[in-house]
């Protein structure tokens, strides 16, 4: 049974940090492509981060550049896949998802975004900024 379960979300202020997890099983998640995306009221998903299946290759939104990092542990037997976010600000307000990509073993690049094919999803956790 495929899971991916996130985690990390709170309340926060403006200018503090904050680091959601997701837990991915149920598939060799580690040899997937995995992103971040989230959305806030009102608003479509958007894309956040993405991961290549080795950790060697991240893209992140223009939005979080230098405030977001994406990383991930492929040790275990289900991998975790990690967003630190720093300087948070009220727009960052969101419900955040995990995913991975729909198929395996896509090749390292600097083409993530593009090439990111969601197959499947968390359930989401809450991300407020308050100001």
């Known amino acids: 049974q495929v899971q991916l379960v996130e985690s990390g979300g709170g309340l926060v202020q403006a200018g503090e940090s904050l680091k959601l997890s997701c837990a991915a099983s149920?598939?060799?998640?580690?040899?997937?492509?995995m992103a971040w995306f989230r959305q806030a009221p009102g608003k479509d998903r958007e894309f956040v981060a993405a991961i290549s299946w080795n950790g060697g290759s991240t893209e992140y939104d223009e939005s979080v550049k230098g405030r977001f990092t994406i990383s991930r542990d492929n040790a275990q037997r289900s991998v975790n896949l990690y967003l630190e976010m720093t300087s948070l600000t009220p727009e960052d307000t969101a419900l955040y998802y995990c995913?991975?990509?729909?198929?395996?073993?896509?090749?390292?690049?600097?083409?993530?975004?593009?090439?990111?094919?969601?197959?499947?999803w968390g359930q989401g956790t809450q991300v407020t900024v308050s100001s």
């Open positions: 149920g598939r060799t998640f580690n040899a997937y492509t």
């Open positions: 995913a991975a990509d729909r198929v395996a073993g896509r090749a390292p690049s600097s083409a993530l975004r593009s090439s990111f094919d969601p197959g499947y």
